[in-house]
């Protein structure tokens, strides 16, 4: 891997599923930087944007929540040529954490995605005066237990209980067992990867009847299926909206439809073509 890279952010704190994301990234790629935990998906995205010799892992879709807004808005706004390097999915076992006995919780702490992914097992175990809370991260609501005291628990991973020595009451707690989160690799320098079989764009429409639909067929034309596609506003003028897509070739593949976008959209952006890992 020839690159200066010199360390990967992630959404930190340490203990995250995007912490997890990373190891696993630097098993499969070899990866020898460093990782930092960083607060927000906007502000690294911002720190990455700003600097050539940083990257970072993100989360971009959960199985069951859906995608990240954060992720895709802010790689789509990135002045500075940001690309997704590499993917990969992690499976998401929430836990329920805490120093106190189940029978004593009052409070339970996580970020809202697992509170949602949670919501029957929470039902079906707890009185209907439970008190969620909201946190920035799994990893930031089990470090608050500490200063908590009796009576709260979180909903996290068993690792990061682990690193914090906080008790595990239950784990696998999802209520949808098969639930995994998406995370990419992203840098403004190319990581020179072997295998880049998957590609990222995002795309606005022209503002005319059937727009999409012309958009659509010319990958209907070129027999590509796209795997993934998600609208989100332009934030430009109400109505307006980006299209995100995921297909499974690579930019080799695509010089054709490239061609054939010009003429059927307002713009196009590569957000990076690159391995499945």
């Known amino acids: 891997m020839d690159n200066s890279i010199k360390k990967i952010l992630f959404l930190g704190p340490k203990g995250t599923y995007s912490q997890f994301a990373c190891e696993k990234f630097k ?51 990135a002045k500075n040529g940001i690309k997704i390097q590499a993917q990969t999915r ?6 329920l954490i805490s120093y106190s ?23 079906a175990n707890f009185s209907k005066d439970i008190i969620l809370e909201g946190a920035s991260s799994t990893a ?13 628990a979180a909903i996290g991973n068993e690792y990061c209980a682990n690193m ?6 239950e784990k696998n707690i999802n209520d949808n067992k098969d639930n995994q989160t998406r995370f990419v690799l992203v840098s ?12 990222s764009l995002v795309f606005s429409t022209k503002q005319e009847p059937g727009a999409l639909a012309c958009v659509l067929e010319v990958f209907k034309k070129y027999n590509i299926d796209l795997i993934y596609i998600e609208s989100r506003p332009s934030k ?7 299209f995100f897509v995921d297909i499974d070739r690579s930019l080799e593949g695509l010089k054709s439809v490239f061609l054939e976008l010009e003429k059927v959209t307002n713009y196009y952006k590569i957000l990076g073509s690159y391995p499945v890992v």
Not at 140 to 152: D, Q
Not at 164 to 169: E, F
Request: charged share 25%; hydrophobic share 40%; proline share 4%.
């Open 27 to 77: 098993d499969k790629l070899g990866l020898k930087q460093e990782f930092e935990p960083v607060s927000t998906i906007t502000k690294i995205i911002d720190i990455v944007d700003c600097d050539n010799n940083l990257a970072a892992v993100l989360p971009i879709e959960n199985s069951i929540e859906g995608i990240v807004r954060a992720t895709l808005d802010g790689l789509f706004a």
């Open 90 to 95: 992690i499976k998401i076992e929430n836990c």
């Open 101 to 123: 006995k189940k029978e004593d919780i009052t409070h339970i702490i996580s970020h809202p995605q697992p509170l949602s992914q949670c919501r029957n097992y929470i039902s």
């Open 140 to 152: 930031a609501a089990a470090v608050s237990l500490k200063e908590k005291g009796a009576g709260y």
């Open 164 to 169: 914090l020595n906080i008790p595990v009451l």
């Open 188 to 199: 403004r320098q190319d990581f020179n990867l072997s295998n880049k079989i998957r590609t």
């Open 236 to 242: 430009r003028a109400l109505g307006e909206y980006n």
